[in-house]
């Protein structure tokens, strides 16, 4: 019954539009252009734009679903495993009753981001793009996993910075280079090394390696033995599973609910 408390609460707050304003994050770049009875916002280069708040809340959903939302974003070299782990990982998180979805760089580069090319310019907004879908997901209590080569850590951590807290993790596939260019499972290092594909991440084009991902994954473990992809999953669901992302939240307690 929390979760409908709350509802009842926010939609409260939806008749506050200078409050919703404070709160919200998607407002950060908004300028108001009239008074609060009819107010109007400037929104990056659109106008007339009014946050409407009040939706059914994240927390609702998350009981729904039986876990928490969060961004799982995968990022590592070409080849380096991130669509065949994020792969491997829903699969095994289906399995668990798990409800997610996996953005991948190809797929979404035939749809929602086809008019962008590799310039370090279409890769910001190729990321920034996702980044905002992947929020979408994770606010609406989903497990959300993305696989993009992801190489300049700014695009990284812009993303990092328009979520909340634990929402956004980090695992980057820490595979060596020359490893990935052995797999080469399409050609690409083929092709980057013959000077057919130019600004090739790792090739002649830079990955900025994370300097603080909750998770790493190396192609080998401690012993020395080489990681299959399954082990990788299984990595990832452990923590995961550690902290709480696949398991509903906890009620409030009382006390809690009525300083909400
Ligand atoms: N432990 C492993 N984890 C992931 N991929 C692996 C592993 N071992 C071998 N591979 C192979 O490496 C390749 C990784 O390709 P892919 O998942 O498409 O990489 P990326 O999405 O990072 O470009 C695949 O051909 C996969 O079969
Ligand atoms: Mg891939």
Redesign the pocket.
């Known amino acids: 019954m929390f979760a409908l408390r709350r509802g009842l609460q926010q939609c409260a707050r939806s008749l506050l539009p200078m409050e919703a304003l404070a709160c919200g994050s998607l407002q950060q770049s908004a300028a108001v252009t009239s008074g609060p009875a009819g107010a109007v916002y400037n929104v990056g280069k659109a106008t007339n734009i009014k946050f409407h708040d009040g939706m059914v809340p994240r927390e609702t959903k998350e009981e729904l679903l039986g876990q928490k939302g969060v961004v799982l974003w995968f990022t590592?070299l070409?080849?380096?495993?991130?669509?065949?782990?994020a792969c491997t990982l829903e699969h095994a998180l289906a399995a668990r009753g798990r409800m997610t979805v996996l953005l991948d760089g190809d797929n979404v580069r035939h749809g929602l981001n086809k008019n962008l090319g590799f310039s370090a310019q279409d890769r910001e907004e190729n990321i920034r793009r996702i980044g905002e879908v992947s929020k979408l997901f994770a606010e609406s209590g989903v497990i959300t996993l993305t696989?993009f080569i992801s190489p300049y850590r700014k695009d990284r951590e812009s993303v990092r910075a328009r979520m909340a807290n634990g929402d956004f993790v980090e695992c980057y596939?820490r595979i060596p280079i020359e490893m990935c260019e052995q797999?080469d499972?399409k050609g690409l290092y083929k092709a980057a090394r013959a000077g057919k594909i130019k600004g090739f991440t790792g090739i002649d084009d830079p990955y900025e390696e994370p300097l603080t991902a909750e998770l790493v994954i190396d192609a080998k473990d401690e012993s020395g033995n080489m990681?299959?992809?399954e082990d990788?999953a299984a990595t990832i669901i452990a923590y995961l599973e550690q902290r709480g992302y696949l398991s509903a939240p906890a009620a409030p307690s009382d006390s809690e609910a009525a300083t909400a």
Do not use: D, L
């Open positions: 590592g070409s080849g380096s495993g991130k669509s065949t782990v696989s596939m797999r499972p990681q299959s992809a990788m």
